[in-house]
């Protein structure tokens, strides 16, 4: 069966980097797109990133040139590169994947992924 499994997460400081990875088994990785996502206590899942099979990437205007998506396919991981980290950015973070071939814009949307990892909590105090 499909398994993602995040790690890296821990507690930072402001102003810190931290690198989270996600292992993923079970499936053809090169061909999935991974995303990335977060969510804070009492708020909805957020879209952070994401990158195609083809290497095309997509941020979210939060987290844009603070952190940066990438994937090793012959690792079958994807990584999540988070610099400069803010309070704000104190959250559980979860990788995705799905086969679907469609615009980039499309895996902004948490519900049109096929599987989830089981999350990895970062706490970023000020």
């Known amino acids: 069966q499909v398994q993602l499994v995040e790690s890296g997460g821990r507690l930072v400081q402001a102003g810190d980097s931290l690198r989270l990875s996600c292992a993923a088994s079970?499936?053809?990785?090169?061909?999935?797109?991974m995303g990335w996502f977060r969510q804070a206590p009492g708020k909805e899942r957020e879209f952070l990133s994401v990158i195609r099979p083809s290497g095309s990437l997509y941020y979210a205007d939060s987290v844009k040139g603070r952190f940066t998506i990438s994937r090793d396919n012959a690792k079958n991981t994807v990584y999540l590169q988070m610099n400069r980290l803010k309070p704000e950015d104190t959250a559980i973070y979860y990788c995705a994947a799905d086969p679907a071939a469609r615009v980039i814009s499309y895996f902004t949307d948490p519900h049109v992924y096929d599987y989830w990892g089981q999350g990895t909590q970062v706490t970023v105090s000020s």
């Open positions: 079970g499936l053809t990785f090169s061909t999935y797109v």
